[in-house]
């Protein structure tokens, strides 16, 4: 059984959302990432040049809407919509903020047995 999520679109059609398999993770959450910071610098900057968003899009849509019947329906309206439905299927909160606390308890934890000071050892007995 697959793990899914419908969506409404602003039309009233129905879609039907799929999280990313752990193989792909890397590369969508990194597709992800670039596209909102995309949004992000060109709000920023107003950059009309390039429009990286577009194929981070696509990519983004394509790895969680997989049938294309459910890709046709998407307008421009739908894709804040969609991107946080993206955003709360795939758990991103969850999975950006465990791995990093997880990593800092670690270099907490070394960095505690750096510092405490091991006790002295004996070599010759007492007298």
């Known amino acids: 059984m697959t793990y899914s999520a419908p969506l409404d679109l602003t039309s009233g059609v129905t879609i039907t959302l799929t999280p990313w398999p752990y193989l792909h993770f890397a590369a969508r959450y990194a597709e992800y990432r670039r596209l909102l ?12 040049s390039e429009h990286p968003q ?3 899009l696509e990519r983004v849509i394509l790895a969680a809407v997989p049938s294309e019947t459910d890709r046709e329906q998407i307008l421009t309206p739908d894709l804040g919509l969609l991107l946080e439905a993206i955003h709360d299927l795939n758990r991103l909160d ?3 903020a465990k791995p990093l606390g997880l990593y800092q308890r670690l270099l907490q ?4 047995a750096l510092e ?3 006790a002295p050892t004996s070599t010759t007995s007492p007298t």
């Open 54 to 56: 577009d194929t981070l």
């Open 94 to 96: 969850e999975v950006a």
């Open 109 to 112: 934890a070394e960095s505690s």
């Open 37 to 48: 910071a995309a949004f992000r610098e060109r709000a920023i900057f107003r950059e009309d």
């Open 116 to 118: 405490t000071p091991s």
